[in-house]
């Protein structure tokens, strides 16, 4: 079996067809998450040309596409009718497919006011371990029918099964955005802002931290209210920049176009208290850092050895998937293994066709 | 909830008991109000449950002395009809299933007796008294004591006045705004006799010309809770005669009381007098509900200021409704800051005899209730009802902040009378 | 194993004073809030700590006992239904809140700790748990979970699912498992997705952390009072469309808002057709302004009467009546049947016309009162059990109810679950591959379906005939 092996599958029966043809396969979209390679020995199935968007009613406010249809093209049908997905798919300029974001469980800053990816996906179709074309969740907004595998899908690494086609609910788009940064003398001072925004009553779509003391807040909403709301979030900051016109600047962001070219970029879930112990480990290092939502995920930019971060980020406790730079396993730091993930692995994929669960 | 109750088998009780029942929709939400199980945590302690319980016996489907025990450990304090949203009439379905199946159960001696005992004593102030002069003797044994002995002996009064009762006749002061007949009962006649005399001076004082029939007697409620329907009949047949017709009111000033006269129509369903009793009950008003309703003259200010915690009697509260006007009635008193306790919904284990009868759950509600006060940090507890003042006081003492515990009418009495309110030393 | 010998097993286990055997301790757990089904177990346990609820299903295990995890017994789908040959594992006990951290924003609490004490204890921090099922005074964080519980406020910030950051479960073999974390984010499979909604086929949920949010500096709630259903099903699709975001929009019909307003003297128009409940929730200025317009837009949508919450108390009792709008539709009939299916938003005009045809064509009255804004329909089909038939007209009803919502594109469960009731319909919107899938996950961690046996899953068509016979 060769390991560059690529299938294009142009339907859902080809695709079943190649699943239950290949000792191991390895589902790709458009490949953005460089680091996110096929385990061993699998033939890569790429799902590019399952794309298109299959029911979108905007009064609805749900729509349904093929997995490998690129979130750029969605976001794009989206602003037509003043909607948005509001967890800030990353790398969708890069051209990111909605099946890769699923599967890869990644949100951008935007996830902070209203939920991640997780906490928009309405339904799934996906081809399980024995080729069967599997629908699970729905087309509506609540439902509680069955268990409920399209979460399950996020941040499954096409290890469960493949992605066909994905439900998603979205919102409708705030008229006005804005920004306000805040720089504080050191790391500690900024962390403390972050706390205690994580704590108030604002209505925030985003808040980040960037070393060494830099907090960035986004406010959306009413072009009529923002003004006042901003000058609240200043008084209750002791000051800030406002930036109006920031679409740029988080795009910069959702797109990681901070993270120097061939370094390694990886998503650490962390929590707002503990940012500050892993700040401490990763300020000697030579690295890159972004704390997210909130404090609730740390982007750290790597240009070492990954072994080196592994090993630190096993010794706070802390775990992490690998999303650009070179390919390799795809978690880091705490070793993770419980029975119920095996459980879920074994009654999915019980030939174990899309590699094993890491 | 669907029923197989054979109706006509139960008499005139036996259409309300099942209506009661098909009220109820198992939705749970009475759970939460229930104190014995917020205590016990179990379905069968839980109105919802002994609904079921009740419903099944009624059917012929269980036992009631299977059901016995947990219907006997409803403390009839009501929170389930102020919570439920179905509207099912519980009342009506737990005094008469109460009467129904206190002659089928059979209870073991000791339950009797005490049971007995509790109703040859209570009702009737002499004995009353002399009981609870013996059981200050035996107080100093209290730790050597059977459990229920214990509770029992640890809600004896460190004083007792002398059992008194007010004039006849009590002209109002001023103009006449209204004539009413007091109850004076029989418990709180020798546990706290000046709670009615407070009573009758602050209806005085608001232009009440008040009578006190000679002929009255102990309003039944005590044998009514645990199901002695023909001795609360008894009871309440000699208030039928008492009372006149004509006044404007019959007054009550102990919650259990008022909650058991208003339930004189059920209590007669059926018999001959049941036109008399619906007609006495639908007169029957507690003394904060009727002052509030007629308008007080403004007390003067409290001489310091003063934090009082409002605990609602469940028998004011959930059986008779009355949860504004006593807090109204207290708002009208100046230097008087009055707060909510956390749970004030809540049972706090009184409820008549029963703190007798099942000491366990009556203290745990009792310890719970006085953590809830005193977390206020009040200078005085105010409550409508003198079981809620007994079992508030013991365990007030027993958590070492013996704060002083008033009825709403005393509260307005002394500020009448431009007095301060009694303070922990 | 007969009952014998299963009490003395469970007595290696319990205390005597936490088993309970006696015919009036089982009756009382023979239903839940779904009095339809009705099933006495062979003995009821009550656990005080995780320990002996990890020992007891392990004991379940071995001996092939199944067992049925009940918390406040809340369900509406059966959900907790006893099993006749089986046990029910009462958690009520278990009722500890274990750690609040109001900096990280969590709340680690046992299986049966009440949904509303968690916003409690959350209070005096500025924080509350959002998930608000009707029933929140009394239902469980763990019935919660197993049903992946909603509740009014569903639009903004969903459900359960999206409240739950981490679990530890016993599985029903025994074996006991932590995942998720502190984070809101994860890495890995959406385990705790899974778990949620799961039905108690998995096992019992022994700890759970929960997600705390931030309360609203403001809310305003609008009441608005129309003419016929079909207008406020319209209104809310203005709503929507306006691209406002409101934290809740419900619909209640005549039977229910006269139900409800019996109940708790909401305060709710008289006379209308239909009342619509859109409250708006977030920072004062913004509120403010998302106010004006949507008042704009419900007076355009034909409301005869608008009227908004004075102040929180008022607000409160808004809610009441609404919350305690099931219950009280008690009032109106002996029995009724809850029916929680979900259509599509633009469909909800044209489902609520098709269930009022039914209505009149079974002969049984409707009340109709559901999260509009989520398209989560709740039609209450008013019966009495005495009248020979009726029940069975009743499911009949339903059953086309839930056809509908599936023809519609929608789903047979908002937010009850499948439970016992609608395990029938299950196989009418999925197909067998899909439903293959399920059971061979449910096998994964219940290889003896020992685990709340008899839900969520349709049983084969002659099972079912044998069991009703």
Redesign the interface.
């Known amino acids: 079996m060769r390991t560059d092996a690529v299938l294009k599958p142009s339907d859902v029966d080809s695709l079943r067809e190649a699943v239950r043809q290949q000792p191991r396969v390895w589902p790709k979209g458009a490949g953005t998450k460089t680091a996110l390679g096929p385990p061993e020995g699998a033939v890569v199935v790429e799902v590019s040309q399952l794309r298109g968007v299959l029911d979108y009613d905007p009064a609805e406010f749900t729509f349904t596409a093929l997995a490998g249809t690129p979130v750029r093209d969605v976001e794009q049908l989206l602003a037509r009718h003043g909607q948005y997905l509001p967890f800030d798919p990353p790398l969708s300029a890069a051209g990111a497919t909605l099946g890769g974001t699923l599967a890869s469980g990644l949100s951008g800053p935007g996830r902070y006011r209203y939920g991640g990816v997780r906490d928009f996906v309405l339904g799934v179709r996906f081809v399980d371990g024995q080729g069967e074309l599997v629908r699970a969740g729905g087309k509506v907004v609540k439902n509680a029918a069955g268990f409920d595998l399209a979460k399950l899908m996020t941040g499954s690494l096409g290890r469960l099964g493949v992605l066909v086609e994905v439900s998603f609910k979205v919102f409708p788009a705030p008229r006005a955005c804005a920004s306000l940064r805040v720089d504080r003398a050191d790391f500690e001072a900024a962390w403390g802002l972050l706390r205690a925004l994580y704590t108030s009553s604002f209505d925030l779509e985003a808040v980040d931290l960037v070393p060494p003391g830099t907090v960035w807040v986004r406010v959306a909403g009413r072009p009529e209210s923002l003004s006042t709301r901003l000058q609240r979030l200043r008084a209750f900051l002791q000051g800030g920049e406002v930036v109006e016109d920031d679409s740029r600047i988080w795009e910069e962001v959702r797109e990681f176009r901070w993270v120097p070219s061939g370094w390694t970029l990886v998503k650490v879930p962390v929590t707002p208290r503990r940012v500050l112990d892993l700040e401490r480990e990763l300020v000697p290092t030579a690295s890159l850092r972004r704390y997210s939502v909130g404090g609730n995920v740390a982007w750290v930019a790597w240009s070492e050895e990954p072994a080196a971060l592994s090993g630190l980020l096993a010794r706070l406790g802390l775990r992490a998937l690998r999303v650009l730079g070179p390919p390799g396993p795809p978690f880091l730091g705490r070793a993770d293994s419980d029975g119920f993930s095996s459980r879920v692995k074994q009654a999915l994929d019980p030939a174990g066709r899309f590699g094993p669960y890491p | 909830m669907l029923h197989e109750i054979p109706v006509d088998r139960y008499g005139a009780v036996g259409r309300r008991m099942a209506g009661a029942v098909e009220a109820c929709v198992h939705c749970g939400f009475c759970l939460a109000a229930c104190p014995t199980y917020r205590v016990l945590g179990e379905e069968m302690d839980s109105p919802r449950g002994r609904i079921f319980l009740m419903k099944e016996v009624l059917e012929g489907h269980l036992q009631p002395q299977e059901a016995a025990p947990f219907v006997d450990r409803c403390l009839g304090c009501f929170g389930c009809v102020t919570a439920c949203p179905s509207g099912v009439a519980y009342g009506e379905l737990l005094t008469p299933y109460r009467e129904y199946a206190s002659a089928k159960v059979r209870r073991p001696w000791p339950d009797r007796l005490l049971r007995w005992l509790a109703m040859e004593t209570l009702p009737h102030p002499a004995r009353l008294r002399a009981a609870l002069g013996l059981a200050r003797l035996v107080r100093p044994a209290a730790p050597y004591l059977p459990a229920r002995l214990r509770a029992m002996v640890s809600l004896v009064p460190d004083r007792l006045s002398r059992p008194r009762r007010p004039a006849s006749t009590v002209a109002a002061a001023g103009a006449r705004r209204a004539r009413v007949a007091v109850l004076v009962g029989c418990v709180q006649r020798v546990l706290h006799p000046e709670i009615h005399e407070a009573t009758v001076r602050v209806l005085a004082r608001n232009g009440v010309e008040v009578v006190v029939p000679d002929q009255q007697g102990c309003c039944g409620a005590l044998a009514l809770h645990v199901g002695e329907g023909v001795r609360a009949r008894r009871l309440a047949r000699r208030n039928l005669l008492a009372f006149p017709e004509d006044v404007d009111a019959v007054i009550t000033d102990a919650a259990g009381c008022g909650s058991a006269m208003k339930e004189y129509g059920l209590l007669f369903s059926g018999q001959p007098e049941e036109e008399q009793a619906r007609k006495l009950a639908a007169r029957v008003q507690d003394v904060s509900e009727f002052l509030n309703g007629l308008g007080i003259e403004t007390p003067p200010p409290l001489p310091a200021p003063t934090r009082a915690v409002y605990q609602d009697a469940c028998h004011l509260l959930h059986a008779q409704g009355v949860r504004d006007a006593p807090r109204r009635l207290l708002g009208a008193v100046g230097n008087l800051e009055v707060v909510e306790p956390a749970e004030a919904e809540l049972c706090c284990g009184s409820a008549g005899t029963y703190s007798l009868e099942h000491p366990d759950v009556a203290a745990e509600l009792g310890r719970r209730k006085v953590r809830g006060l005193l977390d206020t940090d009040p200078d005085v507890v105010v409550t409508g009802n003198v079981g809620c003042m007994v079992q508030i006081r013991a365990h007030l003492r027993a958590a070492g902040r013996p704060v002083p515990v008033l009825h709403t009418v005393q509260v307005l009495d002394l500020a009448y009378r431009g007095q301060g309110l009694p303070r922990l030393a | 194993m007969d009952r014998a010998r299963v009490l003395q097993g469970l007595r290696t286990l319990y205390p005597e004073s936490r088993i309970?055997t006696?015919?009036?301790?089982l009756?009382?757990?023979?239903?839940?809030?779904l009095?339809a089904f009705r099933a006495r177990p062979l003995a009821?346990v009550?656990p005080e700590t995780r320990e002996e609820v990890v020992a007891t299903v392990r004991w379940c295990h071995r001996h092939g006992i199944p067992f049925v995890a009940r918390g406040?017994?809340?369900s509406l789908s059966g959900g907790s239904l006893p099993v006749p040959e089986g046990i029910v594992i009462?958690l009520?006990?278990l009722?500890r809140i274990l750690r609040l951290d109001?900096?990280?924003?969590i709340a680690v609490v046992e299986p049966?700790v009440?949904n509303?004490d968690v916003s409690r204890a959350a209070a005096p921090?500025?924080?509350y748990y959002a998930p608000d099922p009707s029933?929140q005074?009394?239902?469980t964080i763990g019935g919660n979970v197993a049903?992946?519980s909603?509740g009014a406020h569903?639009?903004?910030?969903?459900?359960t699912?999206?409240h739950v950051l981490a679990l530890e479960?016993v599985?029903a073999d025994g074996?006991v498992?932590?995942?998720g974390?502190?984070?809101?984010?994860?890495?890995?499979?959406?385990?705790?997705?899974?778990?949620?909604?799961?039905e108690g086929l998995f096992g019992i949920a022994l700890e759970v952390t929960l997600r705390l949010v931030?309360?609203?500096?403001a809310y305003r709630t609008v009441l608005a009072a129309y003419r016929s259903l079909e207008a406020a099903g319209d209104a809310v699709?203005q709503v929507?469309?306006s691209?406002?975001?409101p934290g809740a929009v419900e619909i209640m019909d005549r039977l229910s808002i006269e139900a409800?307003e019996?109940?708790?003297h909401a305060g709710y128009p008289e006379d209308a057709a239909a009342l619509l409940i859109v409250e708006l929730e977030?920072?004062e200025?913004?509120v403010?302004?998302?106010l004006a317009e949507l008042l704009e837009v419900v007076r355009a949508s034909g409301a005869y009467e608008v009227r908004l919450a004075r102040d929180e108390a008022d607000r409160q009792r808004i809610w009441k009546g609404r919350k305690?709008?099931?219950?009280?539709?008690?009032?109106l009939s002996?029995?009724?049947l809850v029916q929680?299916g979900?259509?599509?938003?633009?469909q909800l005009g044209t489902a609520l016309a098709e269930i009022e045809r039914l209505s009149r064509r079974y002969g049984l009255r409707v009340a109709n009162v559901f999260?509009a804004g989520?398209?989560?329909l709740h039609p209450l089909i008013l019966y009495d059990?005495?009248q020979p038939g009726q029940l069975q007209r009743a499911e009949e009803l339903a059953g086309e109810i839930l056809r509908l919502c599936i023809r519609l594109?929608?789903?047979?469960?908002?937010?009850?679950?499948?439970g016992m009731e609608?395990r029938q319909y299950?196989a009418e919107?999925?197909?067998e591959?899909?439903?293959?899938?399920?059971r061979?996950?449910?096998?994964?961690?219940d290889p003896g379906e020992i685990a709340n046996r008899g839900k969520?899953f349709p049983v084969p068509q002659k099972l079912e005939a044998a069991a009703a016979s």
């Open positions: 309970l006696r015919p009036a301790e009756a009382a757990y023979e239903s839940d809030a009095t009821v009550l406040s017994g809340t009462a009520n006990r009722n109001p900096e990280e924003r049966g009440v509303l921090f500025g924080l029933s005074p009394v239902c049903f992946n909603g569903c639009l903004k910030y969903g459900m699912s999206n479960v599985l074996e498992v932590r995942f974390g502190e984070s809101l984010e994860g890495v890995g499979p959406d385990l705790v997705g899974l778990f949620v909604g799961s931030p309360k609203p500096e699709a929507v469309a691209g406002l975001l409800a019996a109940a708790v977030g920072e200025p913004e403010e302004a998302e305690g709008a099931f219950s009280a539709v008690g009032r002996p029995d009724y929680d979900v259509v599509p938003r633009t999260h989520d398209g989560n059990g005495r594109g929608g789903s047979i469960t908002g937010e009850h679950g499948v609608k299950l919107m999925f197909s591959p899909d439903l293959e899938v399920m061979r996950l449910r096998r994964a961690m969520m």
